[in-house]
């Protein structure tokens, strides 16, 4: 289920967004890019799709919440 959200991007991400951690973009970038990745291989790799859907939808749940904690630091 996690499997999305133990990638490098993700945790950067999480570093940036919670930690107040400055990064070079173009390395979130790259470990962006290599995150679509992992995900349409994941996909193609899938024998079963209502795993990786749910694994999506906590993936974006799981991005929903660093948006939120991050909008509750700023303000």
Not at 8 to 18: H, V
Not at 34 to 46: G, N, Q
Not at 54 to 74: I, M
Request: charged content about 30%; overall charge positive.
């Amino acid at each position: 289920m996690k499997r999305f959200t133990n990638t490098k991007f993700f945790r950067a991400l999480q570093g940036m967004l919670q930690k107040g951690i400055e990064t070079d973009i173009r390395l979130v970038e790259n470990r962006y890019n290599k995150f679509v990745k992992f995900l349409f291989s994941d996909y193609a790799a899938s024998t079963d799709k209502v795993a990786y859907h749910n694994a999506l939808v906590y993936t974006l749940v799981e991005f929903s919440d660093l948006t939120e904690v991050s909008g509750k630091k700023r303000s």
